[in-house]
């Protein structure tokens, strides 16, 4: 028992063994999930009958297969995606792929609720102005609907980083696999490694969610945005 | 037949603060039976803070409330109890969403006296007819206009049989043409003897059925006296300020305006 | 490539629903893991909204803690948690010389033939337990919100009200506010109700042979990767869909005019 890592070691070793990969999973996850997410909201939005339909439909599919069964789909299912990267940092690959498809699907919906709940007498004073449809957006209904997509937004990265702990078995060493590791041969202390690395995950999560995000719901509030 | 000697409600020197802010200072009143009292005065005078210190909802921090000669601030009294024995009609009504309107009426008679479904439905349908709202039992309240769900909520006051009724300023939040609907019903039971408390700024109601107003500003009570006193000689200079007020709320206000006259 | 592969994929996946049996009974078995967790969840989660609402300091504040933490750590961490406690505590009793706690090696099941295939469900055993209590634990903090949304939604006037004719807080509560907060949680609910078997998976990793699971059975026997995760993938969304749309007929049929 001499050598059975105390709390501190495995939380230092967590955190400097798992935290990396487990932050630049959640970035390139949202990041390019931003991208799509957006993207399919401005379908669903201003796309017309067709356009709509297909991004709901997107939607609907990513939101009704576990992500589990992406990332395995992406990591394990077709062996000749990302071919260019190297064998080991191909698990990688895999991992946001599905993180990114998946959080599309729900930025989509966080994006497309801002974007309605902008009051539409903004859009109609900035077309009386003379503005096109395009400078409409993107000068008046964009920026505020960016401001009101922050609480949900929030939200997402708290889902986005937890489900980062599914890529443990693919061969990415994040937080939960480094905690996996380090209690490895040492039974006694399984569990206490899985409550110090949810605690990092708390850490990580409550005060985003707690302070940005309804901090965020306060001020728009106040300042009477659309919103709610 | 036991005489009442007790007056049905007392208040005495009831003091309430919220946070670091003293909503009440000191208010002392008394109601006899069949009495109607109106309380008036500007808004956050403290007036909606005094009702629900009379049935307990925001227990007063200093004083007393004797209803019928027992004090709503004993310890070992039960609140329930005494609340089901005062009734309030809401400003914003506060019906059962989930209920029909018959159901709104008879729930406090099955679950608070325990009727039976039938005896409570009998007396909830008594009610609605007293209300003039009979024909519209099996409606939900978002069914209902907003005079109709006022007249069901006094209905719902009504059916339990209350001492007296606690009124905030029940038709401040109706259309102009519904307030009409909601005074008449008032006017009626009040005629029927009805003992009530009435917050309100509608002084044609006043001048017909109170027996006494009180003006109420920043918590103190002001001025009081009968309808005829507050018409023809208020004392006050902030009771006539607000009178005036009144006049032009319901556009008696030529002399403000300084209208032209039909010669010009 | 992958147009050229598709004919390819049509067969392999036809192959892998030769499995049928086999993904019958993960199917059931995650539909079993679901029901339990929605259940244990609504229960949990309701008794948790209305203790943080109505609860008074110490109760309100147990509830949120308990709400913040299980939504605010990975279902993954939570399962290995109750999964991993047992074994612990045991290594500690043992290195004291204490009797330790015995775990697993008990099973409830049926066995039944369908279309000449004999099947074999277990309604119980030690991990399935861990499995449905984790998710059942994790789905009242998610709950938890929705209800308390609902119940702050209709707002203190109606409690208000229920008191002024002389009910209790307790009858107000019950009488007056649930009946409403529950048919305005109905929506966002469903939400909840209809992606729930999408997390049942998650005991994959404890070894609980669920329609996942059952996946990597057909993929060691046929090698059919792709194939066995699209049809896996198919059903959860099929049975999702159904959940979803059936839960919105509810909603319709229940509806009250102005909640």
Partial sequence: MSNTPDIFTIFFYILTAGLPATLALTALGLLLGFFLGLTLALMRVYGGIELNWLASGYEKLLRGIPLLVLIFIFTFGIPGLFWYLEPLERPIGGVVLALALRSAAYQSQIFRGAILSVHPGQMEAARALGMS??????????????????????????????????????????????????????????????????????????????????RQTKKLKDLGMGGG | MEKKYEKVLKVVDVWKSYEDLEVLKGISFELGEQEVKVIFGPSGSGKSTLLRCINMLSPPDKGEIFLSGQSLMASEVDLNAMRAKIGMVFQHFNLFAHLKAIDNVSIGLRRVKGLSKEEAHIKALEALRRVKMAEWANHYPAQLSGGQQQRVGI?????????????????????????????????????????????????????????????????????????????????????????????????????????????? | MILQELPELVDDILRVLGFWDQLLIGLAKTMWLYMWALLIGFFLGLLLAILRQYGGRVLSRISTGYIELMRGTPLLAQLFLFYFLPYSI???????????????????????????????????????LIGILTLGLNSAAYQAEYFRGSIMSVGTGQLEAAQSLGMSRRKGIFHVILPQA??????????????????????????????????????????????????????????????????????????????
């Fill in chain 3, 90 to 128: 045991n290594s500690l009793l043992r290195a004291e010389g204490l009797p330790y706690i015995p775990i697993g090696g008990w099973a409830f099941y049926t066995t039944t033939e369908i279309f000449g295939r004999s099947l074999t469900f277990v309604f119980i055993d030690h991990i399935t």
């Fill in chain 2, 155 to 264: 209905a719902r006051a009504l059916s339990m049989e209350p001492t007296l009724i606690l009124f905030d300023e029940p038709t401040s939040a109706l259309d102009p043409e519904l307030i009409g609907e909601v005074l008449q019903v008032m006017l009626d039971i009040a005629k029927a003897g009805t003992t009530m408390v009435v917050v309100t700024h509608e002084m044609g109601f006043a001048r017909a059925v109170a027996s006494e107003m009180i003006f109420i500003d920043k918590g103190v009570i002001i001025e009081r006296g009968t309808p005829k006193h507050f018409s023809t000689s208020p004392k006050s200079e902030r009771v006539k300020h607000f009178l005036k007020q009144i006049d032009i709320l319901y556009g008696r206000h030529e002399e403000l305006l300084e209208l032209p006259d039909e010669d010009d």
């Fill in chain 3, 182 to 259: 529950l048919r305005r949680v109905i929506p966002a609910w469903s939400n909840e109700a209809a992606y729930l078997p999408k997390y049942t998976v998650v005991v994959f990793y404890i070894g609980v042979t669920e329609l996942f699971a059952k996946a990597h059975h057909i993929i060691s026997e046929t090698f059919l990767t792709l194939a066995a995760y699209i049809v896996v993938a198919v059903i959860f969304l099929v049975i999702i869909t159904l959940i979803s749309k059936g839960l919105d007929i509810v909603h319709k049929r229940t509806a009250i005019p102005g909640l």
């Fill in chain 1, 133 to 214: 449809r395009f400078q409409s957006f993107r000068h008046i209904v964009f920026p505020q609907a960016l401001r009101l997509s922050v609480p949900g937004w929030s939200n997402e990265y708290a889902v986005v980083i937890k489900d980062s702990s599914f890529a443990y078995a693919v061969g990415i060493i994040e937080m939960t696999k480094a905690a996996l590791r380090i209690s490895a041969n040492f039974p006694e202390i399984w569990a206490l490694s899985m409550g110090v690395v949810a605690i990092l995950y708390f850490i990580f999560t409550f005060p985003v969610t707690k302070l940005i995000g309804e």
